[in-house]
């Protein structure tokens, strides 16, 4: 009985100790994200080459003639984007992304300040909060982030500088039923 009890006891002794040396590689949900992904659709990128990804499926979404909204659906193994970009001939003037809210807020706006540093305007309302990048490469970034139990994201959006371009979050708005 003693000798079955010294054996549990070395190798739960073991266990211990050698559990306390093992670190798991734990990744967050945002998986393989990162703004590299959604960067052939940005403003000033010609849509025909953000086509040329055959893994990435497009239509039609809105055609007013020289103007367009197209959007591509990216498949990824653990997520599913719907990009919108708004097209003026064959140049992208505006790229709209919703995201997944199981991505993290913290990582995605950390990205985003690794990339552009500190944003230029800051506009919080209750548990959400509108960050602004003002002129970085020629474009001003939008991004919305929201708070639950966690905080997620909820777009980024990419428009020219130019002052004729209307951005698409204010044209989705528009086309939202008014009570």
Same mark, same amino acid.
């Given at each position: 009985?003693?000798?079955?009890?010294?054996?549990?006891?070395?190798?739960?002794?073991?266990?211990?100790?050698?559990?306390?040396?093992?670190?798991?590689?734990?990744?967050?949900?945002?998986?393989?994200?990162?703004?590299?992904?959604?960067?052939? @659709?940005?403003?000033?990128?010609?849509?025909?080459?953000? =086509?040329? *990804? !055959?893994?990435?499926?497009? %239509?039609?979404?809105?055609?007013?003639?020289?103007?367009?909204?197209?959007?591509?659906?990216?498949?990824?193994?653990?997520?599913?984007?719907?990009?919108?970009?708004?097209?003026?001939?064959?140049?992208?003037?505006?790229?709209?992304?919703?995201?997944?809210?199981?991505?993290?807020?913290?990582? @995605?706006?950390?990205?985003?300040?690794?990339?552009?540093? =500190?944003? *230029? !305007?800051?506009?919080?309302? %209750?548990?959400?909060?509108?960050?602004?990048?003002?002129?970085?490469?020629?474009?001003?970034?939008?991004?919305?982030?929201?708070?639950?139990?966690?905080?997620?994201?909820?777009?980024?959006?990419?428009?020219?500088?130019?002052?004729?371009?209307?951005?698409?979050?204010?044209?989705?708005?528009?086309?939202?039923?008014?009570?």
């Amino acid at each position: 009985m003693k000798s079955a009890l010294i054996k549990y006891l070395s190798l739960a002794t073991f266990l211990m100790v050698f559990s306390s040396h093992v670190y798991p590689d734990i990744k967050p949900p945002n998986y393989d994200f990162t703004l590299t992904s959604i960067e052939p @659709f940005f403003p000033g990128k010609s849509v025909e080459d953000a =086509k040329k *990804d !055959k893994t990435i499926k497009s %239509d039609i979404f809105e055609d007013n003639g020289d103007a367009k909204v197209i959007r591509f659906k990216l498949k990824r193994a653990n997520y599913s984007l719907d990009i919108y970009t708004q097209v003026k001939g064959d140049k992208i003037t505006d790229v709209f992304v919703r995201l997944p809210q199981h991505f993290i807020h913290d990582l @995605f706006l950390a990205d985003l300040v690794k990339r552009y540093k =500190k944003q *230029d !305007k800051f506009v919080r309302h %209750d548990l959400s909060a509108l960050y602004v990048w003002m002129n970085r490469d020629g474009n001003n970034i939008l991004y919305h982030g929201s708070c639950s139990i966690t905080c997620f994201p909820m777009f980024i959006e990419v428009v020219s500088k130019d002052p004729a371009v209307i951005p698409l979050y204010q044209k989705f708005n528009e086309a939202l039923p008014k009570w």
